[in-house]
């Protein structure tokens, strides 16, 4: 790290303001820790699963291990699993957008609160449910949304449903418990952006006749694109991982992949198809975010923003 | 089934060990001065009582140091961990993870009476031909109903089945729970031929819908003391321990049996610490030891010398009329036929 | 904002007001859990007793799972800060090629279900025989929080006016100075919001956990999903209210101390 970090400051002016042809700069370098961070905690492990999903057992441990394609195979012959991933996916992307739906305009107003006191409780507001625990978290939407739940029993005493609404056990309760926990990851990345943008801009905007709505899709929305990019992506990574949250709100209707690979891994004790599925799920994972970040990046005109 | 040769030299060395401590008549073990046993073990009332009394006065009596992981989930551990050098020497499980961890050869298939002496007084549904290891303790699976929703004790498996039930009864998870799977292996035995009969099991779990279905049997408590399921599938222990509060619920044992839940414990075959794992579940195996941990948790004791307080010998498996109904699936069957149930089961219950 | 309480303001408060809801209903119905005396959730709440905090406290397994998952925490804190920081400048400055592509393959360790890098690092450690060092976890968690700082430094680094820094440099800044004095200030909210994102991460953390704790030394999300699946009571939502009580109090000091809106633009 010491060493690392001279070159990486003594960056020459000069040839940083000619953009045509950007040569590697010095401070490249500072990619280095992160760099060694994931060969080794992440590329060699994972490496050893992706190792197992094509052997016919652990040669760590077993011997007449030979290489084989049936996890693989496996993947396809029931549309289940093929199923699962389409709704790992779906899952992801509606959580990614009712997050950042939800997300924006508290972000919004955290970012343009001048207050420090209303700041700070906007702050604990978001952070707050952040520390309660996923499975904790889980466990009170199960007992604001279940047949017997608060917002059941008390429609019910009301006199305004029958019979309790289908509010889990379905896609539709594991959203909203997803949504919950991802939206201040998604605040609080966005607030950083939305901060930055001066508030001049705005009003300029406005005193030349703009409308609220002009102002802020002309102006504020585009200039926090690195924002919503940035916390769209945590939030669907986050999201087509989940466990906990689809296993207990979604019932017997929800199936996604990391719940088959959890049972794999925990129940089933198959290490070779938990592998397979974890390199299924990272390969179209990762295409999915390069796409996406081609397409924004290039949308928020940020060549380098990746 | 692949039958695990075990290595004779240890065996004999172990029963050589046993011999000389039967011998000696005394409990301490040559060589156990700074050993580690490395054990798994439940959390919860019974991790309590594991750690806060009988781990350390095992400790005390064997001068050795008990490690125990209550981190699930324990058999991937032990799989990932290198044979000559396994992170476990007892593993403590159900009997469907023992008979997956024996297929693999991660444990022995059996304990020698030899090593283990209190062998010679638990029931034999304890150490037959259904079980891996030996069972310590066991619980019946059968139905916990709440007595507020004006229903009948249940009397018959067939109950759950009540029309009036629909989305209020209560099942679990079938791919990552012993107690469902063990409940599709009963389904087939009421409604078909026999507990292998695949078929009129998935039909009857088809009538159950819509059910609720839980991960763990925790799960199911909560939702029977909430009123979110008034009937489900759950062991006599999950309802039993409410007894002398005021919760309106209770557990039926149906006429057609109860299913066997047991608390299986196993040794490592590459274990350095083998004469002190053989040690320990003797240890758990002994009648104070095991009244402890029985009336703490409800839980039914393997060993027929065990005195229980009058309102557990009331309801618990003690007697050898009482438990001869409890039904051992036959693990050994379903595990081989696992990865085909969980996609059949998933499809059923989808949607 | 000029607040001129016009209908769109007012609307705009009231999405706000409903947002707020939403995110804090679940911590008003754990609030109720962790006060109720019965071992469940029961509606309308029975009374109120602190057994359950009573219980929380008086446990030292709780205690010394609390303790150890805020020392990990407070290490992966620094240790991404630096690292995601780090990284994220060279990825927005240092003109690597192909570094869109990199950005993602950071993002990697996010997207793969927890429960099989804890998995995979467990084989790894065990293949090396170095046991489960604190380290080792520490790691672990850190391969997972440094992501959030990466996307959310790069998120600022974005917007920010790179010729400032050219500027002061040709003033006769010295590298060490620019650094300091410019690049840290414009990227701090990103940082910050990366730190907060990896200490809460960890603090967390669970399924990476399950695998590489030690029987004696398991973190707080460990120990309360396992006696969660034999005793599911108040006890855990007294573990969380505890926790958002430490949260709330870290606002708190940190307002008080370096004021948060004006220092990080959080």
């Known amino acids: 790290m010491a060493d690392l970090s001279a070159p990486a400051l003594s960056v020459p002016a000069a040839p940083v303001l000619s953009p045509r042809r950007p040569a590697v700069s010095a401070i490249a370098w500072a990619v280095g820790p992160a760099l060694l961070l994931f060969v080794v905690f992440f590329i060699l492990p994972f490496g050893v699963m992706a190792l197992l999903s094509v052997l016919t057992g652990n040669p760590a441990i077993q011997s007449g291990v030979t290489f084989t394609a049936q996890h693989y195979e496996r993947f396809f012959e029931d549309s289940l699993y093929f199923e699962a991933l389409v709704a790992t996916l779906r899952i992801g992307a509606i959580t990614t957008v009712a997050s950042l739906v939800i997300g924006y305009p508290l972000a919004h107003l955290m970012a343009r609160t001048h207050s420090r006191i209303g700041h700070a409780l906007l702050l604990m507001a978001v952070i707050a449910p952040m520390l309660t625990g996923i499975v904790v978290r889980t466990f009170a939407w199960m007992t604001l949304l279940q047949d017997r739940g608060v917002i059941n029993t008390t429609l019910l005493s009301w006199g305004l449903i029958s019979s309790p609404l289908k509010l889990m056990y379905n896609e539709f309760g594991t959203i909203v418990a997803l949504v919950h926990i991802y939206v201040p990851f998604m605040v609080l990345t966005l607030t950083g952006v939305i901060g930055r943008i001066d508030e001049r801009l705005e009003q300029a905007a406005r005193s030349l006749g703009a409308n609220r709505t002009r102002t802020f899709l002309e102006v504020t929305l585009p200039l926090s694109l690195p924002g919503i990019l940035a916390g769209s992506l945590l939030v669907f990574a986050l999201s087509i991982s989940a466990y906990v949250t689809p296993f207990l709100m979604g019932g017997t209707d929800v199936l996604t992949l990391p719940m088959l690979i959890y049972q794999q891994v925990g129940a089933s004790f198959n290490l070779g198809f938990a592998g397979a599925l974890g390199v299924v799920l990272l390969a179209v994972s990762l295409i999915v975010i390069i796409a996406y970040n081609n397409v924004l990046g290039r949308f928020a005109g940020g060549e380098k923003m990746a | 089934m692949t039958t695990i040769k075990p290595d004779r030299r240890s065996i004999l060395k172990a029963g050589a060990a046993g011999a000389a401590l039967a011998a000696l008549g005394a409990p301490h073990i040559a060589n156990a001065q700074a050993a580690t046993l490395k054990i798994t073990t439940w959390g919860g009332k019974w991790g309590e009582i594991m750690k806060g009394d009988l781990l350390p006065a095992f400790e005390r009596e064997f001068k050795c140091t008990v490690s125990a992981d209550q981190a699930f989930p324990f058999l991937p551990k032990l799989q990932a961990s290198p044979r000559g050098n396994p992170i476990y020497d007892v593993l403590h499980a159900n009997s469907n993870e023992q008979w997956k961890a024996v297929e693999f050869g991660i444990v022995e298939p059996k304990v020698d009476p030899k090593n283990v002496p209190n062998l010679k007084d638990v029931y034999p549904y304890a150490i037959n031909d259904k079980i891996a290891g030996v069972s310590i303790f066991t619980s019946g699976i059968g139905l916990g109903y709440r007595t507020d929703k004006g229903l009948g004790k249940p009397t018959s498996w067939k109950d759950l089945a009540d029309p009036k039930l629909a989305g209020q009864r209560g099942g679990y998870l079938i791919p990552v729970n012993s107690l469902g799977q063990a409940h599709l292996m009963m389904l087939g035995q009421i409604y078909g031929s026999g507990m292998q009969d695949l078929d009129a099991a998935y039909k009857a779990l088809e009538a159950l819908k819509p059910i609720k279905l839980f991960d763990f049997t925790g799960q199911m408590e909560k939702a029977l003391l909430s009123a979110e399921v008034t009937m489900g599938v759950i062991h006599d222990s999950g309802v039993y321990r409410y007894e002398g509060t005021p919760e309106p619920v209770d557990f039926a044992l149906p006429s057609e049996g109860v299913l066997a839940l047991e608390q299986v414990l196993t040794v490592t075959p590459g274990s350095k610490v083998k004469e002190l794992a053989y040690a320990y579940i003797d240890y758990m195996l002994r009648p104070d030891v095991q009244k402890k941990l029985a009336e703490a948790v409800w839980y039914s004791p393997s060993n027929t010398k065990v005195q229980l307080d009058a309102k557990y010998d009331a309801k618990l498996f003690n007697t050898p009329e009482k438990v001869a109904r409890l039904i051992q699936p036959d693990w050994k069957w379903y595990n081989a036929r696992k990865d085909a149930i969980d996609l059949r089961v998933t499809r059923i219950l989808r949607g | ?266």
Not at chain 3, 199 to 211: E, G, R
């Open chain 3, 1 to 266: 904002m000029s607040a001129r309480p016009d209908a769109g303001h007012i609307a705009y408060l009231a999405v706000n007001g409903a947002i707020i809801t939403f995110l804090l209903a679940p911590i008003a119905i754990i609030t109720v859990f962790a006060l109720n005396p019965t071992p469940y959730i029961s509606f309308p709440p029975v009374g109120i007793s602190l057994r359950w905090f009573e219980k929380f406290f008086s446990s030292p397994e709780f205690m010394g799972a609390l303790w150890l998952s805020l020392q990990v925490a407070v290490v992966v804190l620094v240790l991404s800060m630096v690292i995601g920081g780090l990284c994220a400048l060279a990825l927005a400055r240092g003109n690597i090629p192909g570094s869109r592509v990199l950005t993602a393959f950071f993002m990697s360790p996010l997207m793969l279900p927890a429960i099989l890098t804890g998995l995979a690092l467990f084989q790894l450690y065990l293949l090396l025989d170095i046991g489960r060092p604190v380290w080792g976890l520490i790691m672990g968690h850190t391969l997972v929080a440094v992501p959030y700082v990466l996307r959310t430094t790069l998120a600022v680094l974005h917007n920010f006016d790179r010729r400032i820094e050219e500027a002061a440099a040709v003033h006769g800044a010295s590298p060490a100075r620019v650094f300091f004095e410019v690049t840290l200030p414009l990227i701090r909210p990103g940082v910050f919001a990366g730190g907060i994102f990896a200490f809460i991460v960890s603090f967390d953390q669970f399924p990476i956990s399950l695998f590489l704790v030690m029987p004696q030394g398991e973190t707080l999300p460990v120990v309360l999903f396992n006696y969660m699946k034999f005793d599911l009571d108040g006890a855990i939502a007294a573990a969380s209210m505890v926790s958002i009580l430490m949260a709330v109090s870290v606002v708190v000091i940190l307002e008080k101390v370096i004021g948060l809106k004006s220092y990080v633009k959080l």
